[in-house]
């Protein structure tokens, strides 16, 4: 399907969900709610037209000064019909997204990547922890409030360093 | 006739054991290659055919710090690895030296951020840093020569003793 067609789809498909579906730059995008996320999910990727099997990434965006303080952005893909999909999800610091990864099993690394890099909890996920970074890392990295210079090393730094002289 | 003398002094003989020691050692190095990131393409190239490291003695890898005595840090160093590091430098026998082949592993190259160790100097002591994001292989075969140099001009114990650092 085309971009168009995507939008059009969801429209009908979708009525009274709350979706702003549009088509951004030759991509078809939607802004869903936090709540109809997972039944939008499924719908997805069993509908015989979207069938978005492949669920290639999730990230975030940190608005820092925005009311939903974090943009949550998931890209489909449908290896059957060769088309895409981004989903965007405005959620704010302390709400949690329900998790993907019941329906895309790849989704719970990356799930675990953007906890760790961004702390937005996922409910429902089977394990939530670090993926990348140590457990006795604090805060979130890639924060934008996260001080630029701080740095958690794991080891004592001993040797005479360059900062101090 | 008695020998004797106090330990702290030096005995007869050191300056012949410190040059024929040393000679032996700095020339059969065998090197723990610590590979973590891009530099270690260089450090390919370097062992192989064309640029040969094996005319320097230093020909083999060992892959274990066990039998290894220059550990050579190839690529970035992250928190997250610098236990690994120090755990490997921890293992291997005296007597051992470090070489920090890269930008990367002397000072953290082009990363200054929340994850990447500054130079590992900060965690181990190093006794050659090779400059270079990565190194030129002529530059790898200097910090090699180098590294002979030292060898051939410390002191050698006859017999194994504890490091005080
Ligand atoms: S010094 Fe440059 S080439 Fe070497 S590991 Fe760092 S970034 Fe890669």
Not at chain 1, 124 to 130: E, I, K
């Amino acid at each position: 399907m085309t971009p168009e067609e995507i939008v059009g789809r969801l429209n009908e498909h979708f009525p009274q969900a709350g979706l702003d579906n549009r088509v951004d730059k030759d991509h078809a995008v939607t802004v869903a709610p936090v709540d109809r996320l997972e039944e939008l999910f499924r719908e997805l990727r069993d509908d015989s037209e979207f069938r978005f099997d492949l669920f290639m990434d999730i990230t975030a965006v940190d608005w820092l000064e925005r009311a939903p303080r974090f943009d949550v952005v998931y890209h489909l893909y449908s290896t059957v019909h060769n088309h895409r999909l981004r989903i965007k999800v405005m959620v704010s610091e302390n709400k949690p997204v329900p998790s993907a990864s019941g329906v895309w099993v790849v989704a719970d690394p990356m799930e675990r990547e953007v906890w760790d890099m961004y702390g937005i909890k996922f409910s429902g996920h089977p394990n939530l922890t670090r993926l990348l970074l140590y457990e006795e890392f604090k805060g979130h990295p890639l924060r934008k409030d996260y001080p630029y210079d701080k740095r958690q090393p794991i080891l004592e730094e001993t040797w005479p360093s360059r900062d101090q002289g | 006739m008695e020998i004797s003398y106090k330990p702290q002094e030096k005995p007869p003989y050191q300056n012949a054991i410190d040059r024929i020691l040393g000679w032996g050692r700095k020339y059969s190095i065998f090197m723990y290659p610590f590979v973590t990131a891009c530099c270690g393409m260089e450090y390919m190239s370097v062992a192989s055919g064309h640029y040969d490291i094996d005319r320097f003695g230093a020909g083999l890898p060992r892959f274990s710090p066990r039998q290894a005595d220059v550990m050579l840090v190839v690529g970035t160093i992250n928190f997250k690895n610098s236990v690994v590091l120090r755990t490997v430098w921890d293992q291997m026998c005296e007597p051992k030296w470090c070489v920090a082949f890269g930008a990367c592993a002397s000072i953290g190259g082009p990363y200054n951020n929340y994850a990447t160790l500054q130079g590992i100097d900060r965690i181990l002591p190093v006794h050659v840093y090779i400059p270079g994001c990565p190194p030129r292989p002529e530059a790898v075969l200097d910090g090699l020569m180098k590294l002979q140099d030292m060898i051939q001009n410390q002191k050698h114990d006859l017999f194994w003793k504890k490091r005080e650092s």
